[in-house]
């Protein structure tokens, strides 16, 4: 009997660790890019390619913009300043 049990325990193993692995590569256990610092000071809105919010599952909600150089930058997404510039991206995507 004890040689049956090693055989399904082995096999159990291997199996949850390996569900364990996909789900970790999948981001299943938190999101990607959360803030955790935020630029103070006023992004050039001709600099700012794009945006993005972070995820719900962030401890703290902000907002990535993205620069002409490819620099991703952390920005409070209750800033006046942060504010209008996503409203100024938002209607340039619009049009």
């Known amino acids: 009997m004890t040689m049956m049990k090693n055989p399904v325990i ?17 981001g299943a256990f938190g999101p990607d ?4 610092s935020f630029i103070s000071t006023k992004l050039p809105k001709d600099k700012v390619v794009s945006f993005k919010y972070t995820a719900k599952q962030c401890a ?6 993205t620069m002409m150089n490819g620099r991703e930058l952390c920005a409070d997404p209750s800033v006046q300043w942060v504010k209008n510039l996503i409203k100024t991206k938002e209607r340039l995507l619009a049009n």
Request: hydrophobic letters at 60%; charged letters at 5%; aromatic letters at 12%.
């Open 10 to 26: 082995l096999v159990t193993c291997v199996v949850l660790f390996s569900s364990l692995a996909v789900l970790a590569s999948q």
């Open 33 to 36: 890019e959360c803030c955790f």
């Open 60 to 65: 703290v909600p902000g907002v990535l913009f």
